[in-house]
């Protein structure tokens, strides 16, 4: 009898839906901690993950976001419709350097928060006036939205030696 190359279709159902809740990218989000907020006994646990991303067109500067990830059977095979909640803190921590013009409003940053109807964004914009970088995080649904939002901004400072920060106003479309 020869080996079988065949799944089963609710097999390969499992393994694309897998991966589909938890940040995916290559040079995506780092995991900072989790903490569980209830116990399931035969299940995992609800919790609550924090995580990192550095903004891939602004050096020296780092969003922290903390979201929940439901628990339970569908948490355990990443099929759970996980909630919109999110907070967001962005923060230089070295030389801001812009590498290209950007629009306000350009996506930095989205993910997965169901299989099929709901995505977390993480937006940028430039607040010119005040030479500070405005991020929002949101969950958006495909019917009937999602209010759920957090700001938060980076006002671009010198550091070290580097004299005069950049003006991120210089670098809008």
């Not at 005040?130 to 929002?136: D, E, I, K, P, S």
Request: proline share 7%; with cysteine; hydrophobic share 40%.
């Amino acid at each position: 009898m020869k080996p079988s190359n065949f799944l089963p279709p609710a097999l390969v159902a499992i393994g694309l839906c897998a991966g589909v809740a938890a940040p995916a990218l290559a040079n995506g989000p780092d995991l900072i901690f989790r903490k569980s907020t209830d116990f399931k006994l035969l299940t995992p646990n609800d919790k609550l993950a924090t995580y990192v991303l550095d903004d891939p067109d602004i050096d020296g500067v780092a969003c922290y976001y903390t979201v929940h990830e439901k628990g339970g059977v569908a948490g355990m095979f990443g099929v759970a419709e996980q909630t919109s909640d999110v907070s967001l803190a962005c923060r230089q921590y070295g030389p801001v350097a812009i590498k290209e013009k950007f629009g306000q409003g350009d996506e930095v940053f989205s993910e997965r928060r169901s299989v099929l109807w709901k995505r977390l964004h993480i937006v940028r914009g430039c607040d010119a006036k005040r030479n500070a970088l405005v991020y929002m995080a949101y969950s958006d649904r495909l019917i009937e939205g999602s209010p759920e939002n957090s700001t938060s901004s980076v006002p671009i400072q010198p550091w070290g030696a580097a004299g005069e920060p950049v003006r991120c106003g210089e670098f809008l479309k």
